[in-house]
């Protein structure tokens, strides 16, 4: 899955929704704190060129976060005081904040999201045919981010990379059939109209932390055979936000992991999991690692729904 910015199922959402706060928050917030720490090169990277739009993000946040949340964030003079966590942030310029944070980490512990910016340039550099690097001038670069919760993928190595280059050779059929409508897509999104999509996959582990690959898997790279308690289903709540100022856009994930077993609880959840993933075509199987999970999943469902004499 990882950084999936594909515009199938997405919609308009309102800047209201810009983030989702739960029960959840405080573990997330103890473990992202843990991981800037612990890993500081894998969660947090960023290209010359990049802090205004970064800055411009993380004010826009500070913003939000009180009026959306009031309970749980203050406005200041200096900038924001995060009453849940007892977090006071200077976020004025010159501030010692920035000897030690950079703005899209803040605001990575601010909220429960992962966050990105995505900034124009001239030449797309992706050398498919289809379409043609005419036609995608003026794409956008991945120029920061702070991402502790990655799904198979390394920051460092993505600062820089076009929309293109992102998910070309990595998501199955992008170049014929979504590379184009893609970048009509962020050429065209507007300030007071962001957007939201959701995307899942079948996870072998409960871990939040992964930057190693997720895709193209086969049983030789397993430790153990997979179990039932093993499987997960990560699910990405990912929203678009053009910047006023800097008209650069501002991304975000949020990661939510639920085991396999809590969410076929619900019969229709279940239903239309097996149906989505018995329609995989076999590009798709292989880059969802479908030969990992097939067999357990399929038994699982079997015993929740009954069999079934489509499959």
Not at 189 to 200: A, E, G, K, S, T
Not at 283 to 305: G, R
């Amino acid at each position: 899955m990882g950084l999936s910015l594909s515009h199938k199922r997405i919609k308009r959402t309102c800047f209201n929704d810009w983030c989702e706060i739960d029960e959840t928050y405080r573990a997330r917030y103890d473990y992202k704190t843990q991981l800037y720490r612990d890993h500081p090169e894998d969660t947090v990277c960023y290209a010359a060129g990049s802090d205004e739009p970064c800055f411009e993000a993380l004010y826009a946040l500070a913003e939000y976060l009180p009026r959306r949340y009031p309970k749980m964030f203050l406005k200041t003079a200096q900038g924001i005081q995060n009453l849940v966590t007892g977090d006071n942030w200077d976020l004025r310029e010159g501030a010692d904040t920035w000897s030690t944070y950079h703005p899209l980490q803040i605001m990575g512990l601010l909220s429960t999201e992962d966050w990105f910016v995505l900034q124009k340039s001239g030449t797309d550099v992706d050398s498919t045919t289809t379409p043609t690097s005419a036609q995608l001038g003026n794409t956008y670069r991945l120029t920061a981010g702070a991402n502790c919760f990655p799904a198979g993928w390394k920051l460092r190595e993505r600062i820089g990379h076009t929309i293109s280059e992102l998910h070309h050779n990595k998501v199955p059929y992008y170049a014929e059939r979504l590379a184009l409508s893609m970048h009509r897509f962020f050429n065209r999104l507007r300030v007071d109209q962001p957007h939201m999509r959701f995307n899942y996959a079948i996870d072998i582990s409960g871990e939040l932390f992964h930057i190693n690959s997720h895709h193209n898997l086969d049983v030789s790279t397993l430790e153990h055979p997979v179990r039932l308690d093993d499987l997960h289903l990560r699910v990405e709540r990912q929203v678009l936000q053009r910047l006023p100022q800097t008209k650069a856009i501002a991304f975000s994930i949020r990661t939510y992991i639920t085991p396999i077993t809590e969410v076929t609880k619900d019969k229709d959840v279940a239903r239309a999991l097996r149906t989505n993933t018995r329609s995989y075509k076999p590009e798709v199987a292989v880059y969802k690692n479908k030969s990992l999970w097939e067999k357990v999943l399929e038994e699982h469902l079997d015993q929740v729904l009954g069999p079934s004499e489509e499959y």
